[in-house]
């Protein structure tokens, strides 16, 4: 197999960088708001359960929209949805920042949700096409930065936002990011390339948008009393999960345009990577709820300094990420992704027995040892998910592996909830019921460090036609056949792709 020069593609960094300032606000507006809900059910005189929808009306409303973004992006142009999306993004961030109710703000932010649907995939689509199969981790420990510090300096924001300013000014710190990305995106983003007017699987769509919906709906009511017995937990996502399998039979019979093609599920580099990041985000988005409760519940802190308590984890994963990106392209990502989530189960060592006295220095630098981890585990998953693929497989590789992401981090949010609710409850003491659900999430880290060997093995970065040809070896004649007209209209794709970029 031919190895590539590990080199980065002409042109790619405008690209990376231009797509980077949109990214960073739809992650701002995902986590600003986390401290957020309970004032704001106090300012606007509505219960908690309704003002909660602001979060979870912006997750379902993105949800619903990534699988749609591979047939935009085929009907509109890549730059042509991207500038769309910012667009959309800036006119629900004003309309947020304006609202004069709940009902008004919980719509507006279901807007901005619909945007953030369409650029978080398309983010790391565009990159990864101008990438052309080069650098991949490299490329992405710059591209995955907005999913570092969203989490980590989101709360930060809102907290200080909160403390200084009028709470719409929380709506309008996410604006400036649109009104900085239309014009770079108008002037660096590579032309679009001639469209095309394929259909619209629209059962495809139906299933799997509700589907995700209810999955994700029926997870977040998980902290209700019951947890996931509780009829408005078991309903929706015993639904949920009958439509997405629905969805997945549909189209692996369907023929042609689908959705999502899950037959890229077949590429081991692919199915691999999304199974882990599903773990990570268990690792990532379930601790960050146990974290912060841990800090503002038995300890007493203000939203603020909990969020200020876990800048060394962001800081830390910062550090990690580019040199864990150069070493998987040197000696595979399997065991960079290992050592990382060893790593993330080291960093969580001291909540395991922590109290309401434990040191805090202890714990910031145990933080700051679990974020290298983090940084080491996440930045040659989301590269490997990419590797072999044709350009036109790309966006439904986006789609597939945030989809991933993004359930590991709701189910893993979910269960330890549960986890935490029932230790604290039964527990001799709440520390005590804080070490169940640290126990709970170490776990799920060592499971992801067994699963870790699944990944390819390998070094660096091997050149698209040849993955997309050893992945589809055994996929039969007519997949076999498929597989050459891929890979010789890659070499193609990659060069206009380069034209395009320089």
Do not use: C
Request: without cysteine; charged residues 10%; aromatic residues 6%.
């Amino acid at each position: 197999m031919r190895k590539s020069t590990g080199g980065v593609a002409p042109g790619v960094w405008p690209v990376a960088w231009t797509t980077l300032v949109g990214g960073l606000g739809v992650l701002f507006a995902t986590t600003v708001v986390a401290v957020a809900v309970e004032p704001l059910a106090g300012i606007l005189d509505v219960p908690l359960s309704t003002i909660q929808w602001i979060s979870t009306g912006y997750l379902l409303a993105l949800a619903v929209v990534v699988p749609i973004v591979p047939w935009a992006q085929q009907r509109l142009g890549g730059r042509h949805l991207w500038v769309t999306g910012l667009t959309l993004f800036l006119v629900a961030s004003v309309l947020a920042a304006v609202a004069w109710d709940a009902p008004s703000l919980i719509a507006s932010r279901m807007l901005q949700g619909a945007a953030g649907g369409v650029l978080m995939p398309l983010m790391t689509t565009l990159v990864m096409q101008a990438a052309a199969g080069k650098g991949l981790a490299r490329v992405m420990s710059v591209v995955s930065v907005p999913a570092v510090l969203g989490p980590i300096l989101g709360p930060v924001l809102g907290g200080l936002v909160l403390d200084a300013l009028d709470w719409h000014w929380l709506f309008l710190v996410t604006a400036p990011f649109a009104l900085a990305g239309i014009p770079l995106a108008l002037r660096y983003l590579p032309k679009d390339e001639p469209t095309r007017s394929a259909p619209l699987d629209g059962v495809g769509f139906a299933t799997m948008a509700v589907g995700l919906v209810a999955v994700l709906l029926g997870l977040s009511n998980a902290s209700k009393d019951g947890g996931f017995v509780h009829p408005d937990v078991l309903v929706p996502l015993a639904g949920g999960v009958v439509l997405i399998a629905g969805f997945a039979a549909w189209t692996l019979r369907r023929r042609s345009d689908p959705l999502v093609d899950l037959r890229l599920l077949r590429h081991r580099p692919l199915s691999s990577s999304t199974t882990l990041l599903f773990l990570s985000g268990f690792a990532l988005y379930g601790a960050m709820l146990l974290i912060p409760l841990y800090f503002q519940q038995l300890r007493g802190m203000t939203p603020l300094a909990a969020g200020l308590l876990l800048i060394p984890q962001g800081v830390g994963s910062l550090l990690s990420r580019s040199p864990a990106a150069r070493l998987a392209e040197t000696i595979g990502a399997r065991w960079v992704v290992l050592v990382g989530f060893v790593v993330v189960a080291i960093g969580t060592l001291p909540f395991l027995g922590a109290t309401e006295s434990t040191d805090l220095v202890l714990v910031s630098a145990f933080l700051l040892v679990r974020g290298i981890g983090l940084g080491a585990v996440t930045v040659p998953l989301m590269a490997l998910a990419f590797e072999g693929l044709a350009r036109d497989e790309v966006p439904h590789a986006s789609v597939i592996s945030r989809i991933g992401q993004q359930l590991g981090g709701s189910f893993g949010t979910a269960v330890l909830a549960v986890v935490l609710q029932t230790g604290i409850t039964t527990a001799a003491t709440p520390a005590a019921g804080f070490h169940v659900a640290f126990w709970w999430a170490t776990g799920f880290t060592v499971l992801a460090v067994v699963l870790s060997l699944v990944l390819p093995a390998g070094g660096r970065t091997p050149e698209p036609g040849d993955n997309d040809r050893d992945a589809r070896s055994d996929a039969g004649n007519d997949a076999r056949t498929s597989g050459a007209a891929k890979t010789s209209t890659t070499a193609t794709t990659r060069a206009e792709a380069e034209v395009l970029v320089d």
